[in-house]
């Protein structure tokens, strides 16, 4: 090789399981090179002896086999080539120099080949080591530097995996599907080396395990049937990790040959829920304190999971966790597959909870999970969705399926006897099945439609089943009443209604006029009117009828009020109805009168009617609105009487003024004799009473004809006059009552002094 040629790194590709070197050692070449002009080959080796630079036509595998030489003595204290020797190669001078660290460790290695001098000889080798002394001390600290790097970006590759494993568990913790906590031991096992790992949560019924590929099927089950108990003992008797590297410990506790590291999976700051647990070969690496943190981080993300996806006391999932987990479960379904959902209710837990303390009804609460847990199977989920209500998914299953297993809970649920101070307590739950149907939210749909059902199947005597069908018309409209209470809350806050009269003509006596009931109507978003009988159901199931009572009240009694006396002097008057929810209001009377006071009509402008039902059914309640309202002065109307006649006895004591006879009467009338001789009756009671009587539902002058013949007083209906908008109707009063020579101008409060 000619002295002026330069020197260049060779394309070496090194083993895959040494990286190559950050730095270029060009430099340092050139270095030997001008320091040695006689050089023929130079080689630069790290502390393994892996080939790191080489000049120009280098004899790689000669200077290989000194290096390794090199190497092997190097350890021997006693070895006069510790520091590196000269050797013949050939015919040619070869040098290896060992560069060391401050404890004498293997830094690298530097071999070169020289020509000989002049006069035909080689150079000793301490020669050589003198005038390479420079180099070879800043070469050494190049080579740890690089050697810290490598190390560091070793350590730095170990602590990205194990960043990956965390991260990998660190989503929201009501993002989990139900194979997450399995992707998460096997991401441990594989990660950490071991042969298998398991989650085990008793109380939540969660047994996950996971073996590595080389483990042998079965042997997962074997080592978890032998340890588990052991394990989740001592973790719960000590409440920390636990780890056995060493054989004599692992089998003192577990009986297994493998290393383990368990950790608690805690609940609150005592309280052990499972654990998460690890084994590794008793041949393969011990587990280091870095492989205790993960696996700690990893049991508080399981934790965390369990707290906010599962109900704390019966260990079943939350409402919402319920709710991702099944559409994930449908997601990944057929799409023509069918599932359906259970709603499951508690019958009568308050009544348990008043007699016998509310611990008991957790008790039940508890004992029901539980009896709902053991039937689960796969493609099944179940939640707590409230307090004494439960809802189950199950995928792939028919309507019919479902709703045999849930005639199978029901009776599971019947047999618990519960036993409180040496008494059994009857236990039952109504159950709600439906089919999930494609919507735009499916299972929204499938848990209202199933509840509906729910409450159906307690309306029909509680402790059943009942399915969601659209050939069920109770279901059906207590389906329409769900759909309907969201606008009906919306026309309460935003005043979407509307009041209609509808005259009672008199069909005995021409001069009784201007009476009228007053009818409600609802608007929805659109305009539109929905008729009484849809609203008024889903008002009465859901509790709004005093709300929507007490907007009609105010309504009323503002509109009337600036026109009281114009309308008094033509003998105006208006029925408003009272709602058997509003009798039975304590609050209600209260509120009643102090509207009647505070707009000051006279009383014969308005009257009260009640239904009969309402009436008997609150029969204090309503005798006491009754005579406080006569007491102010006003007519008490009975609504629908005659449908049962379960009031007779009670038109002694109630101070009502009219009977209103119920319409189904009315319109037999033409037909039935029987019919006719009911409406005849209720006509000679009410004139023994001295009590009016008015006829619902007269559609036609032949109807009107034969009631009026029974001398029924008034009569309403759509051959007498339809319901027309309050305002319209009250615009012909006042145009009416200009015509009135007797009229008068009068105060609010002198009017309901003179009433």
């Not at 479960?329 to 509310?358: K, T």
């Not at 209604?497 to 509808?502: G, I, K, L, T, W």
């Not at 006042?734 to 009017?751: D, M």
């Amino acid at each position: 090789m000619n002295p002026t040629e330069s020197l260049s790194a060779l394309p070496v590709q090194p083993p895959l399981q040494v990286q190559s070197t950050p730095t270029s050692l060009d430099p340092y070449g050139q270095l030997i090179k001008m320091l040695l002009p006689r050089a023929l080959c130079i080689a630069i080796y790290d502390r393994v002896g892996m080939p790191l630079w080489f000049s120009d036509g280098c004899d790689v595998p000669d200077l290989n086999q000194l290096v390794e030489h090199a190497l092997a003595t190097a350890s021997d204290a006693e070895s006069a080539d510790t520091d590196g020797f000269a050797r013949n190669l050939h015919g040619t001078a070869a040098y290896v120099c060992i560069m060391r660290d401050e404890s004498r460790k293997v830094r690298g290695i530097v071999a070169l080949t020289c020509r000989e001098t002049a006069n035909g000889e080689h150079r000793p080798f301490t020669l050589i080591q003198g005038l390479l002394r420079p180099v070879l001390e800043v070469l050494s600290r190049e080579l740890a530097n690089q050697d810290s790097v490598q190390d560091l970006q070793n350590h730095l590759s170990v602590r990205d995996r194990d960043l990956e494993l965390l991260l990998g568990t660190s989503g929201s913790a009501t993002d989990h599907d139900a194979d997450d906590f399995g992707q998460l031991v096997q991401n441990c096992v594989a990660h950490l080396g071991c042969s298998l790992g398991a989650l085990l949560i008793p109380e939540r019924s969660i047994a996950v395990c996971r073996t590595a590929t080389h483990v042998p099927p079965g042997t997962g089950a074997e080592v978890l049937t032998r340890a588990h108990r052991q394990l989740i003992t001592w973790s719960q008797l000590h409440r920390r990790t636990l780890l056995l590297n060493t054989a004599d410990d692992v089998n003192a506790l577990t009986k297994v040959p493998y290393k383990v590291l368990s950790c608690p999976v805690s609940q609150g700051t005592q309280r052990v829920a499972g654990i998460l647990v690890l084994f590794k070969a008793d041949s393969a690496p011990p587990f280091e304190l870095r492989h205790v943190h993960i696996v700690e981080l990893l049991a508080r993300r399981v934790a965390s999971v369990l707290q906010s996806s599962y109900d704390t006391a019966t260990g079943l999932l939350t409402r919402s966790a319920f709710e991702k987990r099944t559409l994930a479960a449908m997601a990944g379904s057929e799409r023509h597959a069918g599932h359906c959902v259970i709603y499951i209710d508690i019958d009568r837990l308050h009544v348990l909870n008043e007699h016998h303390g509310m611990h008991v009804g957790d008790e039940v609460i508890v004992r029901i999970a539980e009896t709902i847990r053991r039937s689960m199977a796969p493609r099944m989920l179940a939640a707590r969705i409230s307090g004494d209500r439960f809802a189950v998914f199950v995928g792939d299953c028919s309507l019919r399926s479902a709703t045999q297993l849930s005639e199978t809970l029901r009776d599971a649920i019947s047999r618990l006897g519960h036993v409180v101070d040496g008494k059994p307590l009857d236990i039952s739950a109504s159950f709600g099945v439906a089919s999930i149907t494609p919507a735009k939210n499916p299972l929204a749909h499938a848990l209202a439609a199933a509840e509906i059902a729910c409450k159906a199947a307690k309306d029909r005597g509680r402790g059943r089943v009942e399915a969601y069908e659209d050939a069920d018309k109770s279901i059906i409209r207590r389906h329409e009443d769900v759909m309907l209470v969201g606008t009906l809350r919306e026309a309460l806050a935003n005043n979407y209604f509307r009041m209609e009269a509808q005259p009672l003509v008199p069909l005995t006596d021409a001069r009784q006029g201007n009476r009228f009931e007053l009818l409600l109507r609802m608007i929805d978003s659109t305009g539109d009117s929905i008729a009484p009988s849809k609203f008024l159901s889903a008002a009465e199931r859901y509790q709004l009828a005093p709300d929507i009572d007490r907007w009609v009240v105010q309504y009323v009694l503002e509109t009337l009020s600036p026109h009281a006396a114009r309308l008094a002097s033509i003998g105006a008057h208006f029925a408003v109805n009272i709602s058997g929810q509003s009798i039975g209001d304590q609050d209600f009377p209260t509120f009643l009168e102090r509207q009647l006071r505070a707009h000051g009509l006279p009383p014969a402008l308005i009257s009260f009617e009640l239904t009969e039902t309402a009436a008997v059914t609150n029969i204090v309640r309503a005798e006491s609105l009754m005579r406080h309202l006569r007491d102010l002065g006003h007519e008490i109307a009975l609504d629908d009487f005659g449908r049962g006649l379960s009031s007779l006895t009670y038109l002694k004591t109630l101070p009502v003024s009219y009977l209103k006879i119920d319409g189904e009467l009315i319109r037999d009338v033409i037909t039935s004799s029987r019919s006719q001789a009911m409406v005849s009756a209720i006509v000679q009671l009410a004139r023994a009473m001295g009590l009016g009587t008015t006829a619902e539902c007269i559609e036609s002058d032949a109807i009107r004809t034969i009631v009026a013949g029974l001398g029924v007083d008034f009569g309403q209906g759509y051959a007498l006059g339809r319901p027309r908008p309050l305002n319209q109707v009250l615009q012909e009063l006042l145009a009416a009552s200009r015509s009135n020579p007797s009229w008068v101008e009068q105060s609010p409060e002198r009017t309901l002094a003179a009433g």
